[in-house]
């Protein structure tokens, strides 16, 4: 009889005991969930990250520099800003300044997902850095309303859609200029409708409600004066003191 407390042995010589199996099968199942949660997302961006490969090859970056930018930066925004002032020379100055603007977002989901991880490892928290976006945020958000965050599910949604923005990125290289624009066919609004339908998520009681209006007036308060990127800042600014302001929820008595 087979004693199944017993370390196994698999090939080469390793031996694995059941807590390690077990332990095993949990990080796989919580990556599967994290890969199924974001592929509706992930397939959404498709049409996206072929528009940015074919749009950087028409403003004469190399498909090689374009999927590298997409490995390294993997922010759509930022790279499709960066894609339409692109010219030759380099603006590096603007570029870099625009990149800064609209990732600045990224220190409000980072500030808002720090408590939430911390049972991750140094070296996981930094690859949560590098792989986070407004979808993968979100997600993880609504993931941390019912269950642990943990980093099977966090890198499940991160590198499934990592991988699917870098394919579409490199298939819009290949394809090019026959490509029509997102907006001839009706997918220039799938993205925010996803990010949408995401957020209002977290709306469980009346209290989301001013937050959610004060940034949406910031933003088009900030985009209508001063046009631009930075309506992001303002709005995620502005909700950040709507919420200190308002007063602290009274618990029922039991």
Do not use: C
């Amino acid at each position: 009889m087979i004693d199944k407390d017993r370390p196994r042995l698999l090939g080469r010589g390793f031996l694995v005991t059941p807590e390690a199996l077990m332990s095993m099968s949990s990080v796989l199942r919580d990556v599967r969930l994290g890969v199924i949660g974001i592929l509706p997302i992930a397939l959404a961006a498709v049409p996206f990250g072929l528009l940015l490969g074919s749009e950087a090859v028409r403003r004469g970056l190399s498909p090689a520099e374009i999927s590298l930018m997409s490995m390294i930066v993997f922010a759509g925004s930022a790279q499709f800003l960066t894609v339409s002032i692109w010219s030759h020379p380099a603006p590096w100055a603007a570029l870099a300044l625009a990149a800064f603007l609209i990732n600045l977002r990224h220190v409000l989901m980072s500030a808002s997902l720090s408590p939430k991880l911390k049972h991750f490892r140094s070296s996981q928290k930094a690859l949560v850095a590098f792989l986070l976006a407004d979808e993968i945020w979100a997600l993880n958000e609504r993931r941390a309303m019912i269950h642990q965050i943990t980093p099977g599910f966090y890198f499940g949604t991160a590198l499934g859609l990592y991988v699917i923005w870098l394919a579409a990125t490199i298939a819009g290289t290949v394809l090019g200029e026959t490509l029509p624009a997102p907006e001839t066919i009706g997918f220039d609004f799938v993205f925010a409708a996803l990010f949408i339908s995401l957020v209002t998520g977290f709306a469980k009681t009346w209290r989301a409600l001013p937050v959610v209006i004060s940034s949406l007036a910031a933003s088009l308060l900030f985009k209508s004066v001063f046009g631009g990127t930075g309506f992001i800042v303002a709005g995620g600014l502005a909700g950040m003191i709507a919420a200190a302001l308002l007063p602290p929820e009274q618990k029922e008595a039991p």
